[in-house]
Each structure stands twice: as structure tokens, then as C-alpha cells.
């Protein structure tokens, strides 16, 4: 007789990491995904190369969005010491970074059908990854990856995140248009997805006080079986 414990253990390792902008979401789960061996899949990576198509090809409509989208060939690296990724051919690793991506890129992720789209991608790719993923985003824990193995909503308080995100950019932008980016797409964001709250079962780690050694700590314990 096979048991739900049984099913359990033999299932491969998913951790679902969202968060709001700019709580370290993408090097935490990239560490995580290191420590542990497993593959990487940053999803907010995908809705900006899907924003740099409709910003390259000046696609405005919703509906021709959708179309060009859900043509589009896009390849996304799952190796968390060598991502890359490209959309119909075009490595755009560096120009999705862009701040004038990060201005647009609420818009086009906020378009239901788009997101349908690439939220079964990012299932194929959880799936595909046979050995373990971890996966980081806005819906991960609700949305994408809700049975996932561990579930984790990253927090931060505001001036952290602007903070992070500066260093980030490192003088591409001023604390101004960091400050609008973060708190613009958190709100535009939330209106399609879930990350301002944890759902039941998802645990809570506040970043605001804590060195990303720490936070892979934790999110790395989380997976081990408990011993209680």
C-alpha cells in the first residue's frame, strides 16, 4: 500500500519563495537553490522578458499583448550559477534589468491571459525539474506552485527594500524612481496576485534585520524533515 508519507518523501523538492519588490527574493532562492542542489526558476524574470517584447515590438492592446506572448519562444536558464534568458531568439539577461523595463513591466504582468500563459510554463518547468526547484516570484505559495514542499513569504519593510534595490541598481536610478518603482508595482501587482499576506501554511521570514547568509539558513532548514 503506498501512504501519503510515502508519496511525500518520493515527491522531488519544490520551495516557493514570493515576496514583495526588493526583499531579496532572487538571492535568497538563488543561494537556497545552491546550497541544496537544486535548480532555480526566477518567474519575475519571465513577466519582464515578456514586458521587453511588447516594449521592442510598441504592442499597446491587451488582447494583441496576449497573442504576441503566447507566440513568443521563450528559454529560461534553471541554473542558479548561470542564468540567462532569451525570448524569440534575443538573450535579454541584462536588458530586462533595465529600469524602463521595471517601469513597464507591471503592465503587461498585470493582464490575466498573459499570466495564464506563463504560469503554465513555469509549471512545465517545476515539473521538468526532476531533482528539486526553487522557485521565487509573486504567486509561487498561492498560484503557480501551492502544493509546493516548502512555502515561504519573504517580507522586508520598505526602507530595506528601496535600500536593497539601490545597491541593486548601483546609481541606474535615484532613491525617487526606486521609491515609485517598488511601491507602484507592489500596488499594481497585488491586484493580481498575493503576496502581501501569507496563506495558510506559508511561513513568514522578515529580511528587514537579517544578512542573506541568514535567510538561506532559515528557508535551508525548513526542508529538512522535522525530528519532533
Known amino acids: ?15 516557493a519563495i514570493d515576496g514583495p519588490s526588493g526583499s531579496g527574493k532572487s538571492s535568497t532562492a538563488r543561494g537556497v537553490a545552491e546550497r541544496l542542489g537544486l535548480a532555480y526558476l ?37 541554473d542558479p550559477k548561470a542564468f540567462r534568458i532569451s525570448i524569440n531568439g534575443h538573450d535579454v539577461t541584462a536588458a530586462i534589468r533595465e529600469p524602463r523595463i521595471s517601469q513597464f513591466v507591471s503592465t503587461v504582468a498585470t493582464i490575466q491571459p498573459v499570466r495564464d500563459i506563463l504560469i503554465a510554463r513555469q509549471r512545465e518547468l517545476i515539473a521538468a525539474a526532476t531533482g528539486g526547484v526553487v522557485a521565487e516570484g509573486r504567486d509561487l505559495t498561492t498560484v503557480v506552485a501551492p502544493d509546493a514542499t516548502v512555502r515561504v513569504l519573504l517580507v522586508a519593510d520598505p526602507q530595506a527594500r528601496i535600500a536593497r534595490r539601490e545597491a ?39 529580511s528587514t534585520h537579517l544578512g542573506l547568509a541568514e535567510v538561506i539558513d532559515q528557508i535551508s532548514r525548513l526542508t529538512k524533515p522535522s525530528t519532533s
Open 1 to 15: 500500500m503506498i501512504t501519503v508519507s510515502d508519496v511525500e518523501t518520493d515527491r522531488p523538492l519544490v520551495v
Open 42 to 78: 526566477d518567474t519575475g524574470a519571465m513577466y519582464r522578458a515578456a514586458a521587453w517584447l511588447v516594449a521592442e515590438q510598441g504592442v499597446t492592446d491587451p488582447a494583441a499583448i496576449t497573442e504576441l506572448i503566447g507566440a513568443a519562444e521563450l528559454d529560461i536558464s534553471t
Open 168 to 206: 541593486e541598481l548601483a546609481g541606474a536610478a535615484n532613491t525617487a524612481e526606486v521609491t515609485d518603482q517598488i511601491v507602484r508595482r507592489d500596488r499594481d501587482d497585488s491586484t493580481v496576485a498575493a503576496f502581501t499576506e501569507a496563506a495558510v501554511g506559508v511561513t513568514v521570514i522578515d
